[in-house]
């Protein structure tokens, strides 16, 4: 898709994520999103063209590192639990607890038996403690082709401004491919349910991809405009006035390159 018309119509849906962000803020209304989707699957830029335009204290973004010792020890939720959205906010967790079923399980961060309970009561879980409690959820993988990851991997590889998005386990799970694929296969076997569904996207076009996704997300939810007064800017008071630029004349500045 060329970059022109993509940036057209993702102003357009930015702008009415707008509307759904005062929507929320006005009822109350609490909402999670998880992504997940193989490396490079384009989780990242979705994300993004979801939340640059709105408030980061409505869109919340959550992106827990590994576990502490502390953490470990706790319920496996527990942590995941802790970041779930207050009345007016909207979280989205950038990879979810849904690790226990994907990665953890391929890179052999948790047992297998682990993995295996946790697909039997995420269903339960995700009904009790976030559907029944009136949360919205939405859960989208991003399923991209094994020719463009590595395609993107290499680009990561060449590219020193995307070197940071190497993680220790991306090149494993290049090898990997099946097993994840498996993974993916019992996942969404088990947590495909008709009270919170899986979306899947197709993310070989990363823009296209970024586009559906925000229109499903949009469509899905039952917001409505928000009236609100017409804005007028005040006119500057000028009681107390004074050279205001002379005054810090003397200060600091930046004289860069630019």
């Not at 997940?36 to 939340?51: N, P, S, V």
């Not at 569904?197 to 993310?203: E, K, N, R, T």
């Amino acid at each position: 898709m060329k970059r022109k018309a993509y940036e057209q119509e993702l102003r357009k849906l930015q702008a009415e994520l707008c509307e759904l962000q005062d929507w929320v803020r006005a009822t109350g209304q609490r909402i999670i999103v998880v992504f997940e989707g193989r490396d490079a699957a384009g989780k990242g830029g979705c994300i993004r063209a979801l939340t640059e335009r709105v408030s980061p204290r409505v869109f919340r973004v959550v992106a827990l590192p590994k576990p502490s010792d502390r953490e470990r020890s706790q319920i496996y939720m527990q942590r995941y639990i802790n970041h779930f959205p207050a009345a007016g906010e909207i979280v989205i967790f950038d990879r979810s607890w849904y690790n226990r079923a994907g990665v953890e399980r391929v890179m052999g961060f948790c047992e297998p038996q682990d993995s295996q309970r946790f697909l039997r009561e995420c269903p339960a879980f995700e009904r009790s403690m976030i559907v029944d409690n009136g949360i919205l959820f939405f859960k989208f993988w991003l399923e991209v082709s094994e020719d463009v990851q590595e395609k993107r991997f290499q680009d990561r590889i060449d590219d020193p401004v995307k070197q940071w998005k190497l993680s220790p386990v991306d090149l494993p799970s290049r090898e990997k491919w099946f097993e994840y694929s498996r993974a993916r296969d019992d996942m969404l076997s088990a947590t495909d349910t008709n009270f919170a569904p899986w979306c899947i996207v197709a993310s070989d076009d990363k823009r296209r991809a970024r586009l559906n996704l925000i229109r499903h997300f949009l469509d899905a939810v039952p917001y409505e405009a928000q009236a609100s007064d017409p804005v007028v800017l005040p006119p500057r008071r000028m009681e107390n006035a004074y050279d205001d630029r002379e005054s810090i004349a003397d200060r600091r500045w930046i004289e860069g390159p630019y």
